[in-house]
């Protein structure tokens, strides 16, 4: 892909698809949700083993940002930590257990956020990102891992969600 592709096709401003999909899940990431579903009904202090670079939080975004990488490779960084994080937690769970439901409506927002995705390259985001995508979905950064609860998992996601979508897609902060 040449370079630049991205900006001319207005990539930097999120797509009608990308809204619609955040909008969708800001909702089934409501406080109460991410409390009952993620906190609640899980063992006290119970933590899931992820990477290193599974956890975005705003600063790391602001860090980002202020090494001038784009608006749309930071969403892109976002959404391929934040699907993986959904799926770190749905791996421990059984299918009897009363988060699965929820975890897999998450999961399936999350695919159609990919097919939204699908149409970046590699070559379109910038190095850093694209470096940390590729960790991300290596398997040998398995030793870089740290214990996270799923709901702080689920909180990283909305709150960098927000900072990333809130204009483009006018997410109400509700």
């Given at each position: 892909?040449?370079?630049?592709?991205?900006?001319?096709?207005?990539?930097?401003?999120?797509?009608?698809?990308?809204?619609?999909?955040?909008?969708?899940?800001?909702?089934?990431?409501?406080?109460?949700?991410?409390?009952?579903?993620?906190?609640?009904?899980?063992?006290?202090?119970?933590?899931?083993?992820?990477?290193?670079?599974?956890?975005?939080?705003?600063?790391?975004?602001?860090?980002?940002r202020n090494g001038t990488v784009s608006e749309?490779?930071?969403?892109?960084?976002?959404?391929?930590?934040?699907?993986?994080?959904?799926?770190?937690?749905?791996?421990?769970?059984?299918?009897?257990?009363?988060?699965?439901?929820?975890?897999?409506?998450?999961?399936?927002?999350?695919?159609?956020?990919?097919?939204?995705?699908?149409?970046?390259?590699?070559?379109?985001?910038?190095?850093?990102?694209?470096?940390?995508?590729?960790?991300?979905?290596?398997?040998?950064?398995?030793?870089?891992?740290?214990?996270?609860?799923?709901?702080?998992?689920?909180?990283?996601?909305?709150?960098v969600m927000r900072m990333l979508y809130g204009?483009?897609?006018?997410?109400?902060?509700?």
């Open positions: 892909g040449c370079p630049g592709v991205l900006a001319v096709l207005g990539l930097e401003a999120a797509a009608p698809g990308e809204c619609e999909l955040t909008r969708l899940l800001q909702d089934k990431l409501q406080y109460e949700m991410r409390l009952q579903y993620m906190k609640h009904y899980f063992p006290i202090d119970y933590t899931v083993q992820v990477q290193y670079e599974e956890v975005l939080r705003p600063s790391n975004i602001t860090r980002l749309a490779a930071l969403r892109y960084l976002w959404f391929h930590v934040s699907s993986q994080a959904v799926l770190r937690i749905r791996e421990v769970l059984p299918e009897k257990h009363p988060s699965w439901k929820y975890t897999q409506e998450l999961c399936q927002l999350f695919d159609a956020l990919g097919e939204e995705y699908s149409k970046y390259r590699q070559t379109d985001v910038e190095t850093v990102v694209a470096d940390l995508v590729k960790l991300i979905h290596s398997a040998g950064a398995e030793s870089r891992s740290k214990a996270v609860r799923p709901k702080a998992l689920l909180d990283n996601c909305l709150k204009v483009p897609c006018e997410l109400g902060v509700r």
